[in-house]
RNA sequence: GCGAGUGUGGCGGAACUGGUAGACGCGCUAGACUUAGGAUCUAGUGCCUUCGGCGUGGGGGUUCGAGUCCCUCCACUCGCACCA
């Protein structure tokens, strides 16, 4: 006999639904708990990692719930996005249309699996109501001076009219069209990031919670670095060339110096020249080329020559100026002094082009010339060729150059950062309209606080050519805020990451209209208490998030630092995948018998990787669900790994979930007189209810240690245990005490149970004559002294080896304990007529002997 | 190259502060019940074996005792990468 997962597990939802068991509102006098998973992106349907990600969740919030916390568990959606925009070109459907189909779908398909969010709490971050706060924010910050605007080198394809990000950039093509994609100029919208980079670096310090891998990328992407910037003097030229170096130490080895192909001081540097057309035709020939390939590993190193000097400031040597490719705009200055001696890729430049390599820092024991050398030297050493600076070691000498430096006001000592600033402009239409028009008279102007939102136009067409707010005139023509004349619209929607920013507060007043969030109801739930999601946002979205949430703060909308208390950065869902050699990947409903079912060839098994759509290595949660219910879809995706490790999929193994819980439903639906009946003897002691206790009490504990440590997979396997032995004991069940205990140990086990797999608890809840919701319960509380045994195992090892086990009463002293030992035959056998050395003695767990 | 992580049976994975390695599940073997079973139940299942020995990627070390601590090497995965 099966259970009837479909019946039962829609029936609860109804339950849940009519009751709003889920339902939240802010109580002071509770301590609350925040529970969030990142909010799905609406693309059609739900997959493998989305029901991973919940079940993790909803597993947490539930058993919090029932510790008697006051949990928020809501849930939403990241609505903005390219893919509505394609799918508007490809299907002629509005993005808002197809957006919202795929939230009705998906949502039903969230509630299949019996998630505990209170959805009346539910946002989409496309409606207007949403992105309204953030276009306030944006003109608050506007006001704060947090945003600007700047003209920066994007990727632009001319054919689509359109600026690509870099990962749409593929061999320095439009990922679209083909199109050859350009560098071109552009003006853009910015958040001042950058401002905020030392608070953001100094909190990945305090955030305890958060996995370490996931602080050091931040750390590394905000990139600080300690150094200082210098200034060149360029002969015949008025503006000096400023870099960037953590290695001021190493300025009397500059022999020459490179500036990136982008830096505005390129051109002029050339400029009037008889080199000045090579020399454009090599900026253009670097620029060309796509991010990605130019900063390739080995890409050749190549420069060219400026025909300029600059004068070293403080050798004041006559160096020469180079355009090099190998440099950053984007890093530092744009500009580096070369230092080839101490640089590998200075050192491979200079090789390349004949100049000359200095020694100016010496290991010690060495004599490296930069005539011989291989290779820079990086390392430490004392200070040599460096005048005055001679026989300093090198963290001294950086000091001592830069104050010089300063002191002739050709240079100071700096911090760098390797962040940017957000630029959040993006020229698309399925997107937050940026709250900005452009007056003739007055310039940029910010929308008025009461004229928001800015809501995107409806009579627009989605040809795949530009942004089609630009052909949308009802949008465009607008009136300037300050002056009334004739205006025009900002037609740049702000990136999608800034609406995943701040969603997290939304959700604790979602319905709030006349703010962004009731500041009462943020300050008592935020932060988030536990945040779940992949790891493969671990820079961008926390980052922007945290930057987000600092934001509010200065805004004085919230008071705290930082929206993420506790962080979890699950694993993916692989799965191996099949090959057909005529018909390509193919899904494993398409392979029976390791042969392909159009074909009949060999399939080959691929390795295992993560679930994706295009090596069709997916498992449709849909047909999981209808086949074994949401229960086991569930329990499978919390058992098979550790939470925060990659999750192989495994058929059988959901078979042995769904093995499981028909298991638990025979046990109890067996047993269920003894649970109704209503009996409460507890006196008489047997060796069945010591068993009874002990399991009952160990479980407990094990699951609710578990729990707390995000071992989920350990807390199911002890639930698995203690049902094995509840199987065992069953027939051992007679004395009124003991069947008093058996009842009360398998409704706890339910109760145990219920965070992972709710639908069938509930239902077997109500079999063994509950009226209440099995979710309402309180977390079960376990008792130390049961766990105690009368007696333990203590084991005897010689010599380092186990000869023997001694079942001793518990807490038996080491006297008694050794005597016990030694008296042992087995024991016996190995130390008779030996020197005991030594004697070991762990109470309640070992006794070592060492025998010579 | 830099940084982080992982490595345990046929497989997924357990093992608290060093204290019986392999919990739980899958698979497999045998048996029971069955017309039959891919349902269910029971027993067994690291490897080699006669006592006994060997086993947590390899090698070394500390210790009475090491999956766990230290050194070293290897493999794989992920992130970052011409960052001046």
């Not at 959606?77 to 919202?100: C, R, S, V």
């Not at 269920?672 to 009874?692: A, M």
Request: hydrophobic share 35%; with cysteine.
């Amino acid at each position: 006999m099966r259970y009837d997962h479909t019946k039962i597990e829609s029936s609860w939802q109804k339950l849940w639904e009519k009751h709003k068991s889920y339902k939240v509102e802010k109580d002071e006098n509770k301590e609350k708990f925040y529970c969030l998973e990142m909010f799905p992106y609406p693309s059609g349907k739900i997959h493998m990692g989305h029901v991973r990600n919940y079940a993790i969740g909803d597993v947490l919030a539930r058993y919090k719930k029932m510790k008697g916390f006051n949990v928020i568990h809501p849930m939403g959606w990241d609505a903005f996005g390219l893919p509505a925009e394609n799918a508007a070109i490809k299907n002629k459907i509005h993005p808002a249309k197809w957006t919202y189909s795929n939230i009705n779908f998906m949502k039903e398909q969230l509630k299949k699996l019996g998630l505990s969010y209170d959805w009346d709490r539910e946002i989409a971050t496309c409606d207007p109501e949403y992105y309204k706060w953030e276009q306030l924010v944006f003109i608050k910050m506007m006001e704060k001076g947090l945003v600007y605007n700047k003209t920066s080198n994007v990727n632009w394809c001319d054919d689509c009219n359109t600026v690509l990000a870099n990962e749409q950039v593929e061999e320095g093509k439009c990922w679209r069209c083909g199109n050859e994609v350009e560098i071109k100029e552009l003006d853009g919208w910015f958040f001042k990031i950058s401002e905020y980079a030392e608070e953001l670096l100094d909190y990945t310090y305090k955030l305890k919670g958060w996995p370490e891998k996931v602080l050091t990328m931040q750390r590394n992407w905000i990139g600080k670095s300690h150094g200082a910037k210098i200034r060149f003097p360029v002969k015949g030229f008025d503006t000096p060339i400023e870099v960037f170096t953590t290695r001021p130490d190493t300025v009397y080895g500059a022999t020459f110096m490179l500036i990136a192909p982008e830096h505005p001081l390129a051109k002029k540097l050339i400029a009037g020249t008889e080199k000045e057309n090579e020399g454009l035709n090599f900026i253009k020939d670097v620029l060309k080329e796509d991010k990605i390939s130019r900063m390739a590993e080995d890409k050749e190193k190549k420069g060219f020559f400026t025909g300029r000097y600059a004068m070293n400031p403080i050798t004041k040597e006559q160096i020469p100026v180079y355009i090099g490719n190998y440099v950053l705009m984007d890093y530092g200055t744009g500009a580096i002094m070369a230092v080839p001696a101490h640089d590998q890729r200075d050192f491979d430049f200079a090789k390349a082009y004949n100049l000359p390599i200095r020694v100016v820092i010496q290991p010690e024991g060495e004599n490296l010339s930069g005539d011989t050398m291989g290779e820079a030297y990086a390392g430490e050493g004392i200070l040599v060729n460096s005048g005055e600076f001679n026989g300093l070691d090198v963290e001294t000498a950086k000091e001592k150059i830069t104050e010089y430096l300063r002191e002739k006001e050709v240079g100071e000592k700096t911090v760098n950062y390797r962040i940017k600033d957000w630029g959040i402009s993006r020229q698309r239409y399925w997107g937050a309209p940026i709250p900005v028009v452009y007056c003739k008279k007055c310039g940029v102007v910010p929308v008025k606080k009461e004229d928001l939102p800015v809501k995107l136009p409806l009579d627009v067409e989605f040809t795949g050519i530009g942004n089609p707010l630009e052909s949308s005139e009802e949008f465009i023509n607008t009136t300037c805020p300050q002056c009334s004349a004739p205006a025009k619209r900002e037609t740049d929607t702000m990136d999608t990451f800034v609406e995943s920013s701040w969603y997290f507060i939304r959700f604790c007043s979602p319905k709030c209209n006349n703010a962004p969030f009731v500041k009462e109801e943020g300050n008592y739930w935020m932060p988030v208490d536990q945040y779940i999601g992949g790891v493969e946002h671990a820079i961008m979205h926390l980052l922007y998030a945290r930057f987000f949430t600092k934001i509010l703060r200065d805004l004085g909308f919230i008071d705290i630092d930082e929206p993420f208390q506790n962080l979890l950065t699950q694993g993916m869902v692989c799965k191996e995948t099949h090959k057909c050699p005529i018909h390509g990947w193919l899904f494993p409903e398409e392979v029976e018998n390791g042969k392909c079912i159009i074909c009949d060839s060999e399939v080959e098994v691929g390795r295992v990787e993560k679930m994706s759509k295009s090596k069709k290595n997916v498992v449709d949660p849909d047909l999981l669900i209808k086949k074994y219910g949401a229960d086991t879809a569930r329990l499978f995706s919390l058992f098979a790994a550790p939470p925060d490790r990659d999750l192989e999929w495994s058929d059988q193994g959901v078979e042995g979930c769904y093995r499981f819980i028909n298991r638990i439903f025979r046990l109890i639906t067996k047993n269920s007189e003894i649970c109704k009946t209503n009996l409460n003897e507890k006196s008489e002691e047997s060796d069945t209810t010591k068993e009874l206790e002990f399991n009952l009490h160990s479980t407990i504990k094990k699951v609710t240690e578990d729990i707390e440590t995000f071992h989920l997979n350990t807390a199911v396997a002890a639930c698995m245990e203690f049902t094995n032995k509840l199987y065992q004991l069953e027939n051992n069940v007679n004395t009124e005490t003991e069947k008093t205990l058996f009842a009360e140990s398998v409704k706890t086990l339910l109760v145990l149970l219920t965070p992972f797999i709710p639908h069938v608890c509930e239902e077997l809840w109500k079999i063994t004559g509950n009226e209440t919701f099995i979710s309402d319960q309180k977390w079960p509380e376990y008792d130390e002294k049961k766990i105690v045994r009368d007696t333990t195992t203590i084991v005897v090892q010689i010599n380092g080896k186990v000869r023997a086990n001694l079942d001793l009463p518990t807490d038996t002293g080491k006297e008694e304990a050794l005597a016990a030992a030694k008296s042992n035959e087995k024991v016996q056998k190995y130390i008779n007529g030996k020197n005991l050395a030594k004697e070991i003695f762990v109470p309640n767990k070992l006794i070592s002997l060492v025998i010579k």
